[in-house]
């Protein structure tokens, strides 16, 4: 099983319209959550961060449940500049020290 | 300039070279890491380090070298490289601090033929 897992995609949605995210990940000893943002294979950047309170940055909302080990995030009133990948990362703190593991990624497409 | 750079943005080399990709950040932070991303795959760990001298395995390890001699640079080598390396590698670094943010370089674009 992979550690942090997303529904592939593309979620084809019409500007406006609101879409949601869903990502999980199976190692309980977790750290720290975010959702980036990666456009065309360039390099990716963090959208948000992700709290267990849940947070909100204008049109986006990121939600965390630790009990069933999931991440979502939220777009409301879609633009199409919102097209893109959008990637669930997890810190997981290890013998190591703290190890990024990011999901598959979600696409993204907004249409007229 | 301040930032994480990667070189050489592209290369092509042949089956069974040694090849390496280079980043270099200028933040001081502490720890790097190495993806390489496919279709289908998303981006997957081969290295990271925690600070210099300090590396450990990631996802993908095999068939790839690092170093880190020096906190700004990580150097990734592959020693014999196969035509299933190629990929686009992408190099990071963040702040110790968990919740930080990690910022990647443009990535290097790898075909071996």
Redesign the interface.
Same mark, same amino acid.
């Given at each position: 099983r992979k550690e942090v897992e997303q529904d592939p995609g593309p979620f084809n949605v019409p500007e406006g319209a609101t879409v949601a995210f869903n990502c999980t990940y199976s190692n309980s000893a977790s750290q720290s959550f975010f959702w980036y943002r990666q456009d065309c294979r360039k390099e990716p950047k963090l959208l948000m961060s992700v709290y267990s309170s849940g947070n909100e940055d204008g049109r986006f909302t990121a939600q965390l449940n630790r009990a069933s080990q999931y991440i979502s995030l939220l777009i409301r009133d879609s633009k199409l500049s919102d097209s893109a990948t959008y990637l669930c990362v997890v810190n997981i703190l290890t013998g190591g020290g703290n190890k990024l593991t990011f999901g598959t990624g979600t696409q993204l497409k907004v249409e007229l | 300039d301040a930032g994480i750079t990667q070189s050489p943005r592209y290369k092509i080399t042949e089956t069974g070279r040694q090849v390496t990709l280079m980043c270099h950040q200028t933040w001081s932070h502490s720890?790097m890491?190495w993806?390489r991303?496919d279709l289908?795959? *998303?981006?997957?760990?081969i290295y990271?380090s925690?600070?210099a001298d300090?590396?450990?395995k *990631?996802?993908v390890p095999d068939g790839y070298v690092v170093s880190r001699s020096k906190t700004e640079n990580f150097p990734l080598t592959l020693e014999s490289a196969t035509r299933s390396q190629t990929s686009?590698y992408?190099c990071?670094s963040?702040e110790?601090q968990?919740?930080t943010?990690?910022f990647?370089?443009?990535?290097t674009r790898l075909t071996v033929v």
């Amino acid at each position: 099983r992979k550690e942090v897992e997303q529904d592939p995609g593309p979620f084809n949605v019409p500007e406006g319209a609101t879409v949601a995210f869903n990502c999980t990940y199976s190692n309980s000893a977790s750290q720290s959550f975010f959702w980036y943002r990666q456009d065309c294979r360039k390099e990716p950047k963090l959208l948000m961060s992700v709290y267990s309170s849940g947070n909100e940055d204008g049109r986006f909302t990121a939600q965390l449940n630790r009990a069933s080990q999931y991440i979502s995030l939220l777009i409301r009133d879609s633009k199409l500049s919102d097209s893109a990948t959008y990637l669930c990362v997890v810190n997981i703190l290890t013998g190591g020290g703290n190890k990024l593991t990011f999901g598959t990624g979600t696409q993204l497409k907004v249409e007229l | 300039d301040a930032g994480i750079t990667q070189s050489p943005r592209y290369k092509i080399t042949e089956t069974g070279r040694q090849v390496t990709l280079m980043c270099h950040q200028t933040w001081s932070h502490s720890y790097m890491f190495w993806y390489r991303q496919d279709l289908g795959h *998303g981006l997957r760990l081969i290295y990271y380090s925690a600070a210099a001298d300090i590396t450990d395995k *990631g996802e993908v390890p095999d068939g790839y070298v690092v170093s880190r001699s020096k906190t700004e640079n990580f150097p990734l080598t592959l020693e014999s490289a196969t035509r299933s390396q190629t990929s686009v590698y992408f190099c990071a670094s963040s702040e110790i601090q968990v919740y930080t943010e990690a910022f990647f370089g443009q990535g290097t674009r790898l075909t071996v033929v």
